[in-house]
C-alpha cells in the first residue's frame, strides 16, 4: 500500500501546560518538537504558535521566529525540513484578518476551515464571506490549503468554493472527527465508523487526498482505520494529550511513533517530508 503522511498537530491553540506539561510553546520546545517527531515519522508539521506570554498568536513574527527555529533545528540533526502547515483557525474567537496574515510569509501549507460550528463550549466563526476572503488570500500568495472537514457540511462548502473559481486542486482533507459540535465516532462501534468515513470520502470532490484527526480518546482508533482505508493521519497534543487512559502523552513524538509503528505493520511506511510533498503534490 501507499506510503503514509503523518502530520504532527504539536501544540494548538487551547490548551495550557496544565492539562500537559509536554505541550510545547516556546519556539525552542516547538522545534525540538518538530524535530523529534520527523525522527519518529512526521512529514508535515500543523502549526499554531505562543506569545512570550504563552497565549495563541497569529502575529506574524511570532510564525516567522518558530519557523526560523524549526529549520536552525533540522539543520543541526540533519534531517529534513518537514512541511510547515500554518493554521489559519488560530483560537476561538481569533476574527478572519488576523487569521488570514500568516499566508503572507507563504507556508507550504495553511488549514481552511470550512464552516462555523460549536467547538465544545465555544463557537468557532467561519462565515461564508469570511472563508472567500481566505480563499483570496491562499491564491494571492499561492498557499495549498488543507480542508478541515469536521462534518458534512463542511464538504458542501468545499464544493461551492470550487464551483465559484475560488480554490483550486490540489485538493487536501483532513476529516478532524469528535470535536463535541462537529460529527463524532461512536465509540467501540469500528463497523460504524468505517460506514461514517466511507461516506464521507465518497463525497469529495475527484482526486482529492485526504486524512484523518481523531479528537480526544477517539485519535488512535481513527487513526488505525484510516490506515486501514488508504488514507493519511494526524495525530498530536493539539488533538489529545493522553497516550492511553488516564495517562498523559510524553510527547507528539510518541503520539507519532506509536502510529508509525502500527502502520508499518500493516504495509505503510511513514512517507519523509519529500515523499509527502509529492503525494500531496506541492
Ligand atoms: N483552534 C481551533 C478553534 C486549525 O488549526 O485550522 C481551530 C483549529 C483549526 O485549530
Ligand atoms: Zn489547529
Known amino acids: ?13 487551547e490548551l495550557t501546560k496544565k492539562e500537559n506539561p509536554n505541550l510545547p510553546l516556546s519556539p525552542a520546545e516547538q522545534a525540538r518538537a518538530a524535530v523529534d517527531c520527523v525522527k519518529a515519522g512526521a512529514a ?55 487569521r488570514i496574515a500568516p499566508l503572507s510569509l507563504r507556508p507550504d501549507m495553511a488549514s481552511f476551515n470550512l464552516g462555523t460550528m460549536n467547538f465544545g463550549r465555544d463557537i468557532f466563526v467561519n462565515t461564508r464571506p469570511d472563508m472567500r476572503s481566505l480563499a483570496e488570500a491562499f491564491v494571492k500568495y499561492k498557499v495549498t490549503p488543507e480542508f478541515e472537514v469536521y462534518d458534512l457540511g463542511h464538504i458542501d462548502e468545499l464544493h461551492s468554493l470550487i464551483q465559484e473559481g475560488l480554490v483550486h486542486a ?12 462537529g460529527a463524532r465516532p461512536y465509540p467501540g462501534k469500528d ?10 470520502i465518497s463525497q469529495l470532490p475527484p482526486g482529492s487526498t485526504w486524512g484523518v484527526a481523531g479528537v480526544g480518546r477517539y ?14 493521519v494526524r495525530v498530536g497534543l493539539e488533538d489529545n494529550i ?10 507528539n513524538a510518541q503520539l507519532v511513533a506509536d502510529i508509525a509503528r502500527h502502520a508499518r505493520s500493516a504495509g505503510r511506511d511513514a512517507a519523509t517530508p519529500s515523499a509527502a510533498r509529492k503525494i500531496l503534490e506541492l
Do not use: W
Open 242 to 251: 493522553y497516550f492511553s487512559k488516564g495517562v498523559l502523552a510524553e510527547s
Open 191 to 200: 463497523e460504524t465508523d468505517a460506514t461514517r468515513l466511507r461516506f464521507l
Open 219 to 232: 485519535e488512535r482508533s481513527l487513526a488505525h482505520l484510516s490506515i486501514a482505508l488508504g488514507g493519511q
Open 44 to 98: 508535515v508539521i500543523h502549526l499554531h504558535v505562543r506569545d512570550d506570554a504563552g497565549k495563541p498568536s497569529q502575529e506574524l513574527e511570532h510564525f516567522r521566529r518558530t519557523v526560523d527555529a524549526i529549520r536552525a533545528a533540522c539543520a543541526d540533526a540533519k534531517i529534513e525540513v518537514p512541511i510547515l502547515q500554518f493554521s489559519t483557525g488560530g483560537a476561538v474567537g481569533e476574527p478572519m484578518e488576523r
Open 170 to 181: 490540489p485538493y487536501h482533507v483532513q476529516f478532524v472527527l469528535g470535536v463535541p459540535g
Open 1 to 13: 500500500m501507499n506510503e503514509l503522511v503523518l502530520t504532527a498537530a504539536i501544540t494548538g491553540a
